[in-house]
T-cell receptor, first 111, second 111 residues
Framework: GIQVEQSPPDLILQEGANSTLRCNFS?????LQWFHQNPWGQLINLFY???GTKQNGRLSATTVATERYSLLYISSSQTTDSGVYFC?????????????FGKGNQVVVIP | DGGITQSPKYLFRKEGQNVTLSCEQN?????MYWYRQDPGQGLRLIYY???????QKGDIAEGYSVSREKKESFPLTVTSAQKNPTAFYLC??????????FGEGSWLTVV
């Protein structure tokens, strides 16, 4: 099946710093989504981004589908940004939103 | 409120018992999904359903069963055949090929 690799696996940030998370995938996809999982386990959808660039407040994401990667940017990080960020892709082979997840980027923002 | 409701939040199961996790959504979504998450890991797909009275196996369906008798409900049964059921279980829903939304999850522990 499709491989989804996220880097770095762990990241510690000083509050106010910027960071970039990367997601590489091994095959063509119909769509790509970024999620944030808070310490209580709740998964929140951040971006639905099969290609191009989107921004939402201090977060932005870029997907280059032809090169099979996506980037999530966190600017001016806050302690509430802590948690695990997941990249998930819907392989073209399936095409029914059957998402395959990476193992996540564990982010800790310290005051 | 609109959303996805999972219950119970915490569940303890004895060896050899079947347990059922509830998932209800009032978002009028066609598709529903069950994922399993183990510590430090990404999510793995157990079962998914794109329409009432139809469902398909995901990547780790062995030891699990589901039903989709109503559009808003997609219960998951963890059977005694599942050898390592202790995990965090997440239900999700979406309009097909669109953003996926998750419930708050259910923690299952075998005692």
């Amino acid at each position: 099946g499709i491989q989804v690799e996220q880097s770095p696996p762990d990241l510690i940030l000083q509050e106010g710093a910027n960071s970039t998370l990367r997601c590489n995938f091994s095959d063509s996809v119909n769509n790509l989504q970024w999620f944030h999982q808070n310490p209580w386990g709740q998964l929140i959808n951040l971006f639905y981004i099969p290609s191009g660039t989107k921004q939402n407040g201090r977060l932005s994401a870029t997907t280059v589908a032809t090169e099979r990667y996506s980037l999530l940017y966190i600017s001016s990080s806050q302690t509430t940004d802590s948690g695990v960020y997941f990249c998930a892709v819907d392989p073209t082979l399936y095409g029914n939103n059957r998402l395959a997840f990476g193992k996540g980027n564990q982010v800790v923002v310290i005051p | 409120d609109g959303g996805i409701t999972q219950s119970p939040k915490y569940l303890f199961r004895k060896e050899g018992q079947n347990v059922t996790l509830s998932c209800e959504q009032n978002l009028n979504h066609d598709a529903m999904y069950w994922y399993r998450q183990d510590p430090g890991q990404g999510l793995r797909l157990i079962y998914y359903s794109q329409i009432v009275n139809d469902f398909q196996k995901g990547d780790i369906a062995e030891g699990y069963s589901v039903s989709r008798e109503k559009k808003e409900s997609f219960p998951l049964t963890v059977t005694s055949a599942q050898k390592n059921p202790t995990a965090f279980y997440l239900c999700a829903s979406s309009h097909s090929k669109n953003t996926i939304y998750f419930g708050e999850g259910s923690w299952l522990t075998v005692v």
